[in-house]
């Protein structure tokens, strides 16, 4: 494998990766590009701090996924798809993406090609590989690896866990995930351990974090730990606080806040990562904290009729942004403050709009960059009540 500086002379966008939409501009121009941007959607609501950059902006992504295909001439191969299209690319040399990772999906491609696994089709219901995924704890080094099956059986498999762990000794935990149907989705439903505990760990603000194959983990572990520590600095906890932390994914965000609070209250949609996230507070030896598997919009009204107020809530929701719901009742529980980390800030422009409409009134929004290279951007806005109900 070929060690290469920056996206700027990738192998792969040549080839037509389209990952990375700012590889010919300089990483201190892409923060100003940036930061134009999220003044310009939200400094309407108050002021917009600086963009919080990376000192090393590569290598960056510890997830990564790569896709299965059949290619006349090279036989199976597994890599990213070429921008718009299935034809699959190397995964070989990503300035972007962690290298242990690249090495994971290499081994995962030999081994499958030494067991003779072929594409999975899911229109024809033939083939057994579709995807692998690969997640990587920075801090830990676990490393698992989720293989995306089209049939329950997969033939075989003790060899190719046993070949995946000789070519990638790094390799901690081996998963299969079913998934048969016609779908983007790259994972289904059902999982199977083939080795390991069938999860990885990583630590994160001085915790440590179980990630399933299908829990929501931040991709770029060095800036979650800052996002983190903005937002619960922003939070501007006591000790005598009760929190809620909406979306919470794992819990990682709420639960790293629960040792300033007097409780922590988690709510998201995702079983499996409210699972995880109750696992995170026991062998973390949190006791404040309880997580709820339900729709956040709908646990809010609950929470509202109940009347029990948080004073301060987290709200992480995911690209779409919140719901007219949500915001509603958040409205109604009257929190004093509300911390909107956000990974798509024209949704959370309009989100804050209706805050505003709520009787809010934003303090600071702080662009934080979690994916250099590209033209996503996250953000984190303070907002504070400014009506009394
Ligand atoms: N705060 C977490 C996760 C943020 S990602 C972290 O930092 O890791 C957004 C999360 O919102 C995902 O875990 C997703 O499963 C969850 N989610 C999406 N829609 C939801 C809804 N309607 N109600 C509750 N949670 C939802």
């Known amino acids: 494998m070929q060690p290469i500086m920056t996206p700027r002379d990738c192998p792969l966008r040549r080839k037509g990766c389209g990952g990375c939409q700012y590889a010919e501009i300089p990483y201190p121009q892409q923060l100003a590009r940036k930061q134009a941007h999220a003044r310009k959607l939200l400094a309407e609501w108050g002021p917009v701090e600086p963009v919080l950059g990376m000192e090393d902006p590569c290598r960056y992504r510890c997830k990564v996924t ?146 399933s194959p299908a829990s929501f983990y931040q991709v770029n572990p060095r800036q979650t730990q800052r996002l983190y520590e903005l937002a619960i600095r922003e939070a501007g906890l006591t000790g005598r606080e009760t929190v809620l932390d909406a979306y919470c994914g794992t819990g990682t965000i709420g639960l790293a806040a629960a040792g300033r609070a007097a409780q922590v209250l988690g709510v998201e949609l995702n079983a499996a990562a409210v699972r995880d996230a109750q696992a995170n507070a026991r062998h973390n030896h949190i006791q404040n904290a309880r997580f709820v598997c339900a729709d956040a919009g709908e646990y809010m009204n609950r929470l509202a009729e109940e009347h029990a107020a948080p004073d301060v809530v987290f709200m992480d929701p995911p690209r779409s942004g919140s719901t007219p719901e949500f915001l509603a009742a958040l409205g109604k529980l009257a929190p004093s403050r509300v911390v909107y980390i956000s990974c798509d800030p024209s949704t959370q422009a309009r989100d804050i709009a209706l805050l505003v409409r709520e009787g809010y009134r934003m303090v600071r929004a702080t662009p934080v960059d979690m994916f250099p290279y590209t033209e996503h951007l996250e953000s984190v806005a303070l907002l504070v009540r400014t009506e009394k109900r």
């Open 66 to 211: 790569a896709s299965f295909a059949e290619d006349g001439r090279r036989g199976l191969v597994c890599g990213l798809y070429a921008k718009g299209s299935r034809r699959v690319l190397p995964a070989d040399g990503c300035p972007l993406q962690d290298e242990l990772a690249e090495q994971a999906v290499h081994a995962v491609l030999q081994a499958a090609r030494e067991c003779r696994y072929t594409v999975y089709d899911p229109m024809r219901r033939t083939g057994l590989v579709r995807h692998v995924q690969i997640r990587r704890g920075l801090y830990t080094g676990q490393l698992m690896v989720t293989l995306v099956t089209g049939p329950d059986i997969l033939p075989g498999s003790r060899r190719f866990a046993a070949r995946v762990r000789e070519l990638c000794p790094d390799v901690t935990t081996l998963v299969q995930n079913l998934n048969p149907r016609p779908t983007s989705m790259v994972l289904g439903d059902k999982c199977r351990t083939l080795f390991g505990p069938g999860f990885i760990e990583d630590t994160l603000c001085g915790l440590r974090f179980r990630i």
